[in-house]
């Protein structure tokens, strides 16, 4: 929305100050909502919080799961990126896909 609104300003004889305002306010909006983020989200707590229950094997089930898939995804990089890629041709070409619903009919 901003852009749009910066590029409109363009045709205007003075576009280069509403420019700096609107960049400088715009600045300064994003440090305030930036100061009063980090007051919220990063302030202490007064209050003792009780202490966590131990892990156990069943929660750690989900992190190792998800390394185990990244390394055999890494693993099997280039049949992944070719998979993908003929995935892509296949969508991109709409002969195909008439091919596969229509049968040999398909123009």
């Known amino acids: 929305g901003k852009l749009l609104i910066l590029k409109s300003l363009a045709a205007l004889p003075d ?10 306010t715009t600045f300064f909006g994003v ?22 229950p131990p892990t156990s094997r069943a929660d750690l089930a989900a992190p190792v799961i998800a390394l185990a898939l990244l390394a055999a995804l890494s693993a099997g990089a280039g049949w992944a990126s070719a998979y993908a890629n003929a995935a892509a041709a296949q969508v991109l070409d709409p002969a195909i896909a008439a091919r596969a619903v229509l049968g040999e009919r398909a123009p």
């Open 31 to 52: 440090v305030g909502f930036a100061r009063v983020g980090s007051a919220v989200f990063w302030k202490r707590v007064e209050t003792a919080a009780p202490p966590p």
């Open 15 to 24: 576009w280069g100050w509403a420019w700096g305002v609107i960049l400088t």
